[in-house]
């Protein structure tokens, strides 16, 4: 569905590339983490994505379509992005207004637009919010009236930009969860930009960039088949992951193993007790 063919980047002002031969290739439907260290080029690639930036050179396909100035908008449309500080994405009043402002700017007819409010609200369980002042609202509830806000622009493609990072875990975990719903159940691809690699246990596909280059590209379990990638590349290994590593030391044997989810390793846990 998306296609980097060999893309650079180097900003006017610099005489650095900040992107280096990227190649990617996400398919439809799937989810994308992508991780790296700050400053290892990640936004830079997303601002290309969204079309904010060309690349100096490659390119980069959309369904076939190769990302110029004359589909821009088209291709534009089809993504949606929510941003890290729930803060700086309200426009509108209430919580329903700025939905709709996101609606208006796309020209979408007024009578459509309550029912479009209310199904995306509900996708994140916060219908019941809709009258509310966004400021009234905690980071995390802030955050699922983002995705509610994106979900409304019928994207093909949802772009996470860092959108957990400020949150707190039980928050995190809760709005990761309610993309993977939408994930699935709308089969919207997800690309998400983190430094955290917790993250990537809901992803299907992980690139792993560092100094403007892919320098991983596989899932959940080959990357935590060599744990030594996420230290190589200063990335913190997810709790779950330390918690099994730890355990299997303790113990001497490999009881946990990288595909076991939470649910299980409580379990196992508590039976060991
Ligand atoms: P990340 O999102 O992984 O933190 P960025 O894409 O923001 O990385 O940055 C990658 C590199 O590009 C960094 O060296 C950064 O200093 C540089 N950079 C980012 N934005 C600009 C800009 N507007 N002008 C010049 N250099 C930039």
Redesign the pocket.
């Known amino acids: 569905m998306i296609k980097f063919e060999n893309v650079f980047f180097k900003?006017s002002?610099?005489t650095k590339n900040?992107l280096e031969n990227i190649n990617l290739n996400i398919k439809k439907g799937s989810w994308t983490s992508i991780l790296?260290e700050?400053?290892?080029?990640?936004?830079?690639?997303m601002k290309l994505l969204y079309g904010q930036h060309k690349p100096t050179d490659g390119k980069i396909l959309i369904n076939g379509t190769e990302y110029t100035e004359e589909v821009y908008d088209e291709i534009r449309n089809s993504i949606a992005v929510v941003f890290q500080n729930p803060d700086n994405q309200f426009v509108g009043a209430t919580v329903e207004e700025d939905i709709a402002f996101g609606l208006e700017n796309r020209n979408i007819p007024t009578e459509l637009m309550d029912s479009i409010i209310e199904k995306s609200l509900e996708a994140v369980d916060m219908l019941e919010y809709r009258k509310y002042e966004p400021v009234s609202l905690s980071g995390g509830q802030k955050q699922r009236v983002a995705i509610a806000s994106a979900l409304a622009l019928n994207p093909q493609i949802l772009i996470l930009d860092e959108a957990t990072s400020m949150l707190d875990p039980k928050a995190r975990k809760s709005i990761l969860q309610y993309i993977k719903k939408i994930n699935k159940e709308n089969e919207i691809t997800i690309i998400s930009?983190t430094h955290d690699a917790e993250e990537s246990i809901y992803s299907d596909y992980i690139e792993i960039?560092n100094k403007?280059k892919i320098v991983f590209t596989g899932n959940y379990n080959m990357l935590y088949a060599e744990p030594d990638i996420l230290d190589k590349f200063n990335l913190e290994t997810p709790f779950l992951e330390r918690v099994k590593n730890e355990l299997n030391d303790q113990l001497g044997s490999k009881i946990f193993n990288i595909t076991e989810d939470e649910g299980s390793v409580v379990e196992k846990i508590c039976k060991l007790i």
């Open positions: 900003y002002n610099s900040v790296g700050n400053g290892s080029g990640k936004s830079t690639l930009i960039m403007g």
